[in-house]
Nanobody, 125 residues
Framework: VQLQASGGGLVQAGGSLTLSCAAS????????MGWFRQAPGKDREFVSA????????YYAESVKGRFTISREYDKNTANLQMNSLRPEDTALYYC???????????????????WGQGTQVTVSS
């Protein structure tokens, strides 16, 4: 599976951005797509995920109520709508997919085997 992430940019605090991740290749094998982020000097952390067949959604506590993940079935694409952005949301955002039945481990980065290139999100105060 190959992943192409897009949509990052610079935005003021309180603003919005939408990230997209397009999957190609062996897409029928995908169980879930996740978004992770990594700020300078910090570990890569889970942001959100969506299961491919049933569109079940999962969020980190820090983004609940502000971010929404969704899937475009005809395009094998998942979008992350980010509202009410804060300076602490600044990071390099990565999309990833897993073909494992990860269930409760859906927020664990070691469960994801395929990663896209990062897209930078910068939120100014």
């Amino acid at each position: 599976v190959q992943l192409q992430a897009s949509g990052g940019g610079l935005v003021q605090a309180g603003g919005s951005l939408t990230l997209s991740c397009a999957a190609s290749g062996d897409t029928p094998s995908i169980y879930a797509m996740g978004w992770f982020r990594q700020a300078p000097g910090k570990d890569r952390e889970f942001v959100s995920a969506i299961t491919w067949s049933r569109s079940g959604t999962y969020y980190a506590e820090s983004v609940k109520g502000r971010f929404t993940i969704s899937r475009e079935y005809d395009k094998n694409t998942a979008n992350l709508q980010m509202n009410s952005l804060r300076p602490e949301d600044t990071a390099l955002y990565y999309c990833a997919v897993t073909d494992r039945l990860v269930n409760r481990l859906i927020n664990r980065r070691n469960q994801y085997d395929y990663w896209g290139q990062g897209t930078q999100v910068t939120v100014s105060s």
